[in-house]
């Protein structure tokens, strides 16, 4: 078992800056990919950004690359994500999420794991 909880939510203005963090506990943190994903009301759960095990590599939907930017610390059993230049479209419940799989994923059902979520709210 992985136990996770977001943190860092809130409201924020649009174009300013947010950071996510995620901390992880239970299970061998460095084993996983950890991804974040984000689901708005009414909207099924989206991809938004996820590192590898050992956080050489990484990748981002389409709506959040160049302004978002995922990172993780093994030592600490984290994950981060810095959210610049908010938009109103990115409000959203933020999860958190693991996967014990073998390349890295953008598949809502490929993560094993989840936190509880952060909500993000960006007002225009």
């Known amino acids: 078992q992985v136990q996770l909880v977001e943190s860092g939510g809130g409201l924020v203005q649009a174009g300013g800056s947010r950071r996510l963090s995620c901390a992880a506990s239970?299970?061998?943190?460095?084993?996983?990919?950890m991804a974040w994903f984000r689901q708005a009301p009414g909207k099924e759960r989206e991809f938004v950004a996820v590192?590898?095990?050992?956080?050489?590599?990484?990748d981002y939907s389409d709506s959040v690359k160049g302004r978002f930017t995922i990172a993780r610390d093994n030592a600490k059993n984290m994950v981060y994500l810095q959210m610049n230049s908010l938009k109103p479209e990115d409000t959203a419940v933020y999860y958190c999420?693991?996967?014990?799989?073998?390349?890295?994923?953008?598949?809502?059902?490929?993560?094993?794991?989840w936190g509880q979520g952060t909500q993000v709210t960006v007002s225009s």
């Open positions: 239970g299970r061998t943190f460095s084993n996983y990919h």
């Open positions: 999420a693991a996967d014990r799989g073998g390349s890295i994923s953008q598949r809502v059902y490929e993560y094993d794991y």
């Open positions: 590192i590898s095990w050992r956080g050489s590599m990484s």
